[in-house]
């Protein structure tokens, strides 16, 4: 089946500094790929809608200068974390579609912890 | 507004069938209903995908009825492996994103 890798797995990084988060599709390609977090016991939120040589979609309250988004080919979008702050530790997961968005299986990536001291 | 509804958690023991319901009152007419299980820490993994009467794969079975206004995924026999978080979720077309529900939490007990 088709597979979503992310990298990486786990970050720890100080406040203030910058984390990027990659998100591939490693057997297919994809023109759009959707970035979520999740916070413990919860369920996804997607955060963006990220289409391949175009300008990502945030979600409404999801600041775009904080969490850069590009998606430079149909296998590869990253989503960079700006100036991180510990309110931004949370768990993100990237998601691709091999064809059709709504009648085609959306495959999820393994996650990213990422922790903020 | 398009949203799906299903329980937030559900007991039940081993070699036990678990039939869980999710609601999607909203959904369109083209749109495909497909389940996920998450473990803690890990990317969702697809289970089964409709989108009308039924479907049955190696792992579980889905039931859509003909209004397509729910569905229900269905684990035959689960063991303590199957413990997990469980999500129906759609494509929407009108909003062009996918719409997620809270999420099922099972447990299942020896």
């Known amino acids: 089946g088709a597979v979503v890798s992310q990298h990486p797995s786990w970050v720890i990084c100080k406040s203030g500094t910058s984390v990027k988060i990659e998100c591939r599709s490693l057997?297919?390609?994809?023109?759009?790929m959707f970035w979520y977090r999740q916070f413990p016991k919860q369920s996804l939120m997607l955060m963006a809608t990220?289409?391949?040589?175009?300008?990502?979609?945030?979600e409404q309250g999801v600041e775009k200068d904080k969490f850069l988004i590009n998606h430079a080919s149909l296998t590869l979008s990253t989503l960079t974390v700006t100036s991180a702050h510990p309110e931004d530790s949370s768990f993100y997961i990237c998601s691709a579609t091999p064809g059709d968005l709504s009648t085609d299986t959306q495959y999820f990536g393994p996650g990213t912890r990422l922790t903020v001291l | 507004l398009a949203k799906t509804t299903q329980p937030i958690s559900m007991d039940s023991y081993e070699g036990q069938e678990v039939n869980i319901t999710c609601s999607h009152n909203n959904i369109a007419t083209n749109d495909y209903i497909t389940w996920y299980q998450q473990f803690p820490s890990q990317g969702p993994r697809f289970i089964i995908q409709g989108y009308k009467t039924k479907v049955t794969n190696e792992v579980a079975s889905l039931f859509i009825p003909a209004d397509r206004k729910s569905s229900t995924l269905s684990l035959p026999r689960v063991s303590l492996s199957d413990t997990a978080v469980y999500y129906c979720l759609y494509f929407s077309s009108g909003t062009y994103k996918y719409i997620f529900g809270t999420g099922t939490r099972l447990k299942v007990l020896a």
């Open positions: 990220s289409n391949e040589g175009s300008k990502a979609t945030y």
């Open positions: 057997d297919f390609q994809a023109t759009t």
